[in-house]
T-cell receptor, first 113, second 113 residues
Framework: AQSVTQPDIHITVSEGASLELRCNYS??????LFWYVQSPGQGLQLLLK????DTLVQGIKGFEAEFKRSQSSFNLRKPSVHWSDAAEYFC???????????WGLGTSLAVNP | EAGVAQSPRYKIIEKRQSVAFWCNPI?????LYWYQQILGQGPKLLIQ????????DSQLPKDRFSAERLKGVDSTLKIQPAKLEDSAVYLC???????????FGQGTRLTVV
């Protein structure tokens, strides 16, 4: 069965530090991959997506993610975190004929000043 | 471009009452989703429409939940009767195509007391 795992429930980083959020998936074929961010009381905003091609994808707000087929991973990175990045981050995989989104449980990011 | 509009933003009802949520997707988006997000969890797909047809409603509790998308544009999600465990944020999202990224509304926070 398809699944998405975000191993880190909660991460705290200092402002200006680098960030990596992990995402692993289980899916037989090449999936569509997404990272979304959710600020408190808000809906989900797409940060970036991977459908095919270059495995390093750039997103909004200075985020990037790398698709590694051999590791079934799609980790999200940012070289320097800002206090406004504190939010919940969700990894999702589009699977099946209708590319139904399978969601991870999310990683909560806190940023220390 | 206007985003996905949802109303109301907040709703408090007593158990066994009924409630309805409304969603207006981004103009031209053929695919519309309703998600349920319980606090601390990722979104759970309730129903997916392609135009005004249902693509996936496998996780919709059909004994109490119903949804419709008349004329392939606006959509309503209804719960009747509500249970305490229905307390959650209900997110509507739309996409220009089935396999594309989803654009989310701000959600409706439902509290059942």
């Amino acid at each position: 069965a398809q699944s998405v795992t975000q191993p880190d429930i909660h991460i705290t980083v200092s402002e200006g530090a680098s960030l990596e959020l992990r995402c692993n998936y289980s899916y037989g074929a090449t999936p569509y991959l997404f990272w979304y961010v959710q600020s408190p009381g808000q809906g989900l905003q797409l940060l970036l997506k991977y459908f095919s091609g270059d495995t390093l994808v750039q997103g909004i707000k200075g985020f990037e993610a790398e698709f590694k087929r051999s590791q079934s991973s799609f980790n999200l990175r940012k070289p320097s975190v800002h206090w406004s990045d504190a939010a919940e981050y969700f990894c999702a995989v589009g699977a099946g004929n209708n590319r139904k989104l399978i969601w991870g449980l999310g990683t909560s990011l806190a940023v220390n000043p | 471009e206007a985003g996905v509009a949802q109303s109301p933003r907040y709703k408090i009802i007593e158990k066994r009452q009924s409630v309805a949520f409304w969603c207006n997707p981004i103009s031209g988006h053929a695919t519309l989703y309703w998600y349920q997000q319980i606090l601390g969890q990722g979104p759970k797909l309730l129903i997916q429409f392609q135009n005004n047809g249902v693509v996936d409603d496998s996780q919709l509790p059909k004994d109490r939940f119903s949804a419709e998308r008349l004329k392939g544009v606006d959509s309503t999600l209804k719960i009747q009767p509500a249970k305490l465990e229905d307390s959650a944020v209900y997110l509507c999202a739309s996409s220009p195509r089935q396999e594309g990224e989803a654009f989310f509304g701000q959600g409706t926070r439902l509290t059942v007391v």
